[in-house]
């Protein structure tokens, strides 16, 4: 399987660019050491960076502050972000940010970091509880700016850097909810592929594979929107080339660029909504704290048997900027199998420890998740239910066709 994306030279991803859609992107090798001339464009003085226990004593942390202290800036740290962060951390970091009188966050790190900052963004300067700010709720008034906020990814898979969207645990009932606010925009995304570098086997295949299913979720939600179809599609390219590349590969600069790039196009494309691949993980990495991208990985050939039916035009075009030959439903299924095969994926969800008796109360949980609303096929919470069944006993099998209809 090869790709599209030939147009694209490794030059070009080696390369340092400014983009200016959907918020100020600074992308490049390299590009972190102008973390300090960007604070000070912006008049952040003293930020608070928010990263994830996972992330907190990594090179590119103290690099990050090293840079911003160099600059004249001193910034603080909070680190207490779960890989699926919690209601009562992000009341935490919010209290440190305002007993330590900052001006900005710094988001760094994975998915959990860049929702962990995020969230923290959103309740700092005023009383709104942070439900109030679920996606389903009416949005709240907002009479004091949000702070300003850098994202600063260093994993290629969540997309998390364009926007204020951010799933948090709601710990006492057990879900995760999107929560957001249309005021809230990064005033930075900074991408730099050299921070992935060091990024393990393991982790390189989980957040790459979610980057994958971003821009296949969305480009499979229903209704017309060209401009996140077209980011799904390159986003889809770009991973299909450079995922493996970068497993294989770990030091492969041009991969990791590749990488980077290709989640944040399908970051941005699901702004037009997700699946049920996503609906279900909400909720298992909401009870079972398992990997965000790699609970993802385990379920999506279940969902994508469940939802291509009918799908044909789309798929068709999906296995062409995948490079493939053959443009079929079969053909486009053996190919993402075949990937996440090659990048190790494991074929089951009790493979990661989860049960088997979870599935009709994750169903229960999954359907009420705003990307269950969004699946190109209506699904009750008894087919939800054996989807998840499915994915727990071998979500992978290829040539062998799904149990629910």
Same mark, same amino acid.
């Given at each position: 399987?090869?790709?599209?994306?030939?147009?694209?030279?490794?030059?070009?991803?080696?390369?340092?660019?400014?983009?200016?859609?959907?918020?100020?992107?600074?992308?490049?090798?390299?590009?972190?050491?102008?973390?300090?001339?960007?604070? !000070?464009?912006?008049?952040?003085?003293?930020?608070?960076?928010?990263?994830?226990?996972?992330?907190?004593?990594?090179?590119?942390?103290?690099?990050?502050?090293?840079?911003?202290?160099?600059?004249?800036?001193?910034?603080?740290?909070?680190?207490?972000?779960?890989?699926?962060?919690?209601?009562?951390?992000?009341?935490?970091?919010?209290?440190?940010?305002?007993?330590?009188?900052?001006?900005?966050?710094?988001?760094?790190?994975?998915?959990?970091?860049?929702?962990?900052?995020?969230?923290?963004?959103?309740?700092?300067?005023?009383?709104?509880?942070?439900?109030?700010?679920?996606?389903?709720?009416?949005?709240?008034?907002?009479?004091?700016?949000?702070?300003?906020?850098?994202?600063?990814?260093?994993?290629?898979?969540?997309?998390?850097?364009?926007?204020?969207?951010?799933?948090?645990?709601?710990?006492?009932?057990?879900?995760?909810?999107?929560?957001?606010?249309?005021?809230?925009?990064?005033?930075?995304?900074?991408?730099?592929?050299?921070?992935?570098?060091?990024?393990?086997?393991?982790?390189?295949?989980?957040?790459?594979?979610?980057?994958?299913?971003?821009?296949?979720?969305?480009?499979?939600?229903?209704?017309?929107?060209?401009?996140?179809?077209?980011?799904?599609?390159?986003?889809?390219? !770009?991973?299909?080339?450079? !995922?493996?590349?970068?497993?294989?590969?770990?030091?492969?600069?041009?991969?990791?660029?590749?990488?980077?790039?290709?989640?944040?196009?399908?970051?941005?494309?699901?702004?037009?909504?997700?699946?049920?691949?996503?609906?279900?993980?909400?909720?298992?990495?909401?009870?079972?704290?398992?990997?965000?991208?790699?609970?993802?990985?385990?379920?999506?050939?279940?969902?994508?048997?469940?939802?291509?039916?009918?799908?044909?035009?789309?798929?068709?075009?999906?296995?062409?900027?995948?490079?493939?030959?053959?443009?079929?439903?079969?053909?486009?299924?053996?190919?993402?199998?075949?990937?996440?095969?090659?990048?190790?994926?494991?074929?089951?969800?009790?493979?990661?420890?989860?049960?088997?008796?979870?599935?009709?109360?994750?169903?229960?949980?999954?359907?009420?998740?705003?990307?269950?609303?969004?699946?190109?096929?209506?699904?009750?919470?008894?087919?939800?239910?054996?989807?998840?069944?499915?994915?727990?006993?071998?979500?992978?099998?290829?040539?062998?066709?799904?149990?629910?209809?």
């Amino acid at each position: 399987m090869v790709g599209t994306g030939q147009i694209l030279s490794e030059e070009d991803i080696l390369s340092r660019q400014d983009w200016h859609f959907p918020v100020p992107i600074a992308y490049g090798p390299g590009r972190l050491a102008e973390i300090g001339a960007h604070c !000070l464009s912006l008049g952040v003085s003293r930020p608070l960076v928010v990263t994830d226990r996972g992330s907190r004593d990594l090179p590119f942390i103290n690099s990050l502050r090293t840079f911003l202290s160099d600059a004249g800036i001193m910034s603080g740290l909070f680190s207490d972000i779960s890989p699926n962060p919690r209601d009562d951390e992000i009341g935490a970091g919010r209290d440190v940010y305002i007993e330590g009188a900052y001006d900005a966050i710094i988001a760094i790190g994975g998915g959990s970091a860049m929702d962990g900052g995020k969230a923290i963004c959103l309740t700092a300067n005023n009383e709104i509880d942070l439900w109030a700010f679920e996606f389903e709720q009416p949005d709240p008034e907002i009479t004091t700016a949000f702070p300003r906020l850098i994202t600063i990814p260093t994993t290629a898979g969540t997309g998390a850097e364009t926007e204020s969207t951010a799933m948090i645990t709601h710990v006492g009932k057990g879900m995760k909810f999107c929560i957001w606010h249309p005021d809230l925009k990064p005033s930075l995304a900074l991408l730099d592929p050299e921070l992935t570098l060091g990024l393990s086997e393991s982790l390189t295949a989980w957040t790459g594979a979610d980057a994958m299913i971003h821009a296949i979720e969305a480009y499979l939600v229903p209704g017309f929107h060209p401009l996140c179809d077209g980011m799904a599609l390159e986003g889809l390219a !770009l991973v299909s080339r450079w !995922l493996p590349v970068a497993v294989a590969e770990p030091a492969n600069l041009a991969a990791r660029g590749g990488m980077l790039v290709g989640s944040c196009l399908a970051g941005i494309a699901f702004v037009k909504g997700l699946g049920l691949v996503h609906a279900i993980s909400h909720m298992i990495g909401a009870e079972y704290n398992t990997q965000h991208g790699l609970t993802n990985a385990i379920i999506l050939p279940v969902v994508l048997r469940f939802n291509l039916p009918g799908e044909e035009a789309k798929v068709a075009r999906m296995a062409q900027v995948m490079g493939l030959a053959e443009t079929s439903n079969e053909a486009f299924m053996a190919a993402v199998e075949d990937l996440l095969d090659r990048i190790g994926i494991p074929t089951s969800l009790a493979e990661i420890g989860v049960p088997a008796d979870c599935a009709r109360r994750i169903a229960e949980k999954a359907i009420k998740d705003s990307a269950a609303g969004t699946n190109p096929r209506p699904a009750a919470v008894s087919q939800i239910k054996d989807l998840t069944e499915e994915a727990i006993v071998r979500a992978r099998q290829v040539g062998t066709p799904s149990r629910i209809s």
